[in-house]
Structures are given as structure tokens and as C-alpha cells.
């Protein structure tokens, strides 16, 4: 399977592979999305690996912004609020400068909607080995919708069916409702 720069979860998973559907599931807050981005940039910068990153909850701007500090190794709340002196400015700028025609040119689409027809699209004309939904909640169900429950095991038996037909690694994002801590 494909590596994901994380040795561990490679051996866990035997990399990502064609077909599989992965749910990363937290509560919110922890770093779900800093961790599919991670993936994401390996995948591209590493690996080579074009990569569809379907973000439901994020605009394309935040997610670029990022994925550069990320490739840059500059704190994002730092990068964000500009919390650096003159000298570290303009070697930030310099660093950006530099990455940006190289993340440019990576195989990453950023997407803002989800459905089968548009990964299918992108596997077949952009070559796209790997599908990361950012989040599985806030995917709208296919059919009328019922309880919350039904909805959520709907989509993610759509995912699955994506995974299968586009033999590519699936890797869905979900929030964990707050609720089990009391239980």
C-alpha cells in the first residue's frame, strides 16, 4: 500500500491500500484536518501521489495556508497572526517564496464538494491514487434522510462503494460527539 509518513499506522494499516475506507475519528478541536493535510503533503511531496482532498468544513485558502506553513516548518498560529520580528518575517517570506511554485505544482486537488462522479472524474484525467473527506458529517445523505445514525452509516457505505469502484484508499474524517466522555 501506499506509505503515509507515519511508520506506525503504516504497520497498522499495511499502507493505504485500493478499496479500503479509513475513518479518522476524534472529538473536535484534537487535529483531524492537521493530520489529513500531513497526509495529503506526504502523499504529494513524497510519495508523488496525486491526492483529491474533499474539505467540506474548510475553504480552499486555509487549507494552502496550512499545508505551507506545514512545508515551510513554521508554527501556523505564528504564520496566521504574523508573531515573529522583523528578521524572522522576511525569512518566512523568503521560505514562502520559494515553496510556493513547489506546492503549486504538487498533485493536490482541493475540492469543496463530494460525490462519486467528481472523484471519478479526478482518478480518471488527474490520475488520483487517494480521496480524503474532510468531514463524514457533513457529507448530505443520498437518499431523504433519516435519523442521524442512518444518515452517517449511509455515507459511509457511499464512501465505501467510492473506495471499492475507484480502487483508490478512501480516508474519511468524523467528529466524535462529546457525549462519550460521560458515559
Known amino acids: ?21 479509513i475513518t479518522i475519528a476524534a472529538r473536535t478541536s484534537v487535529g483531524k484536518t492537521t493530520l489529513a493535510m500531513n497526509l495529503a503533503e506526504y502523499l504529494v511531496m513524497a510519495e508523488e501521489v496525486p491526492v483529491v482532498f474533499f474539505s467540506l468544513e474548510m475553504q480552499t485558502d486555509e487549507l494552502n495556508t496550512r499545508m505551507l506553513s506545514s512545508y515551510i516548518g513554521v508554527n501556523m498560529q505564528s504564520f496566521i497572526n504574523h508573531d515573529y520580528d522583523e528578521q524572522q518575517r522576511l525569512a518566512i517570506i523568503n521560505q514562502a517564496a520559494k515553496a510556493i511554485p513547489t506546492l503549486n505544482a504538487a498533485p493536490l486537488t482541493i475540492n469543496s464538494r463530494t460525490d462519486r462522479a467528481e472523484a ?55 467528529q466524535l460527539n462529546r457525549q462519550v466522555e460521560n458515559e
Do not use: H, W
Request: charged letters at 30%; glycine letters at 14%.
Open 1 to 21: 500500500g501506499l506509505r503515509t509518513g507515519y511508520e506506525e499506522m503504516d504497520k497498522v494499516l499495511c499502507g493505504l491500500r485500493g478499496g479500503q475506507l
Open 120 to 174: 471519478r472524474r479526478l482518478v480518471k484525467n488527474k490520475g488520483v491514487k487517494a480521496v480524503i473527506v474532510d468531514y463524514l458529517q457533513l457529507v448530505k445523505p443520498s437518499g431523504r434522510g433519516g435519523n442521524r445514525v442512518q444518515d452517517v452509516g449511509e455515507i459511509s457505505r457511499g464512501l465505501k462503494r467510492m473506495a471499492l469502484e475507484l480502487d483508490v484508499p478512501v480516508i474519511a474524517l468524523a
